[in-house]
């Protein structure tokens, strides 16, 4: 699964990088977004919960975030 490391990135870099992971994903495919910014994880739920993607959200460490994106149609 490839990774995305945006530490440091602010809004609206990690949600451009996803995005143009996202067109790259066929059905059942996955990438992971790791940010240091709870905003992201926010902006990325709310753009990414249309019913495309399944998101799974996890907070590995304080303040450190793992967004896993699997495409689901």
């Known amino acids: 699964m490839k990774k995305i490391n945006c530490f440091g990135d ?3 870099i ?3 990088k996803a995005q143009n ?3 790259e994903l066929k059905k059942d ?6 940010t ?4 992201t994880v926010e902006t990325l739920s709310e753009y ?3 019913g495309h ?6 907070e590995v460490i304080d303040g450190v975030w793992e967004m896993t994106f699997t495409r689901i149609d």
Do not use: A, T
């Open 29 to 34: 495919e996955s990438f992971m977004l790791v």
């Open 48 to 50: 990414f919960n249309q």
């Open 36 to 39: 240091d910014h709870s905003c």
């Open 21 to 23: 992971e996202c067109r």
């Open 14 to 16: 990690p949600l451009l």
């Open 53 to 58: 993607y399944d998101l799974l959200i996890d």
């Open 10 to 12: 602010f809004c609206p």
